[in-house]
């Protein structure tokens, strides 16, 4: 069965204090690693797709990496609008309808 | 949010009525799903649709069935609902291998 675990569950920042979310996976052929972020009330967003171990995606303060067993979500000097739970998902192989999330981490940054 | 509009956005019902969300895409993507996010649980798969008039079963498919008779329209609906199918409920959309796009969803209050 396809896992995903992130940790921390919530997390507190003071603006400009950078830190790293982490979402660690076990899935039957990975076809893809996927990134959202959720406001209160909305849908997810998507960020970011990560395909293979050693893959990296940026935009603004958030870089996404991967590795064989885990990827990790790095916010560089985040602001106070950076404040939302951030989902990871995986595509397992098997069928494009195969996607597993977790369950978040919800990320405060305080100005 | 992609082109995607869920109906309504909130309701309120009683154990044991007929309920039907909508879900309407203006992206023609040949994937829709219907997930619901309750806490504690993340983002569950109720039922996915591959085509028009092709749906099949995700991990929490008891209780709800779901119908495409057009492209752009993915229905939901709760024969009878109870009170444990209170949770927000989001529709997506995608194309293959691309990632999934939400809606921002669709809170049900069932008393």
């Known amino acids: 069965e396809d896992q995903v675990t992130q940790s921390p569950e919530a997390l507190r920042l003071q603006e400009g204090e950078s830190s790293s979310l982490n979402c660690s996976y076990t899935?039957?052929?990975?076809?893809?690693l996927f990134w959202y972020r959720q406001d209160p009330g909305k849908g997810p967003e998507f960020l970011f797709t990560?395909?293979?171990a050693g893959e990296e995606k940026e935009k603004e303060r958030l870089k996404a990496t991967l590795t064989k067993k885990e990827s990790f979500l790095h916010i560089t000097a985040p602001k106070p609008e950076d404040s939302a739970t951030y989902l990871c998902?995986?595509?397992?192989?098997?069928?494009?309808?195969?996607?597993?999330f977790g369950i978040g981490t919800k990320l405060q940054v305080i100005p | 949010d992609a082109g995607i509009t869920q109906s309504p956005r909130h309701k309120v019902t009683e154990t044991g009525t007929p309920v039907t969300l909508r879900c309407h895409q203006t992206?023609?993507?040949?994937?829709m799903y219907w997930y619901r996010q309750d806490p504690g649980h993340g983002l569950r798969l109720i039922h996915y649709?591959?085509?028009?008039?092709?749906?099949d079963k995700g991990e929490v498919s008891d209780g709800y069935s779901v119908s495409r008779s057009k492209t752009e329209d993915f229905l939901l609906t709760l024969e009878s609902a109870t009170s444990s199918q209170t949770s927000v409920y989001f529709c997506a959309i995608s194309e293959s291998s691309s990632p999934l796009h939400f809606g921002n969803g669709t809170r049900l209050t069932v008393t």
């Open positions: 998902a995986v595509r397992a192989s098997g069928g494009y309808q195969k996607v597993t």
């Open positions: 899935v039957s052929g990975l076809r893809g």
């Open positions: 649709s591959y085509g028009v008039k092709d749906t």
């Open positions: 992206e023609n993507h040949r994937y």
């Open positions: 990560l395909y293979s």
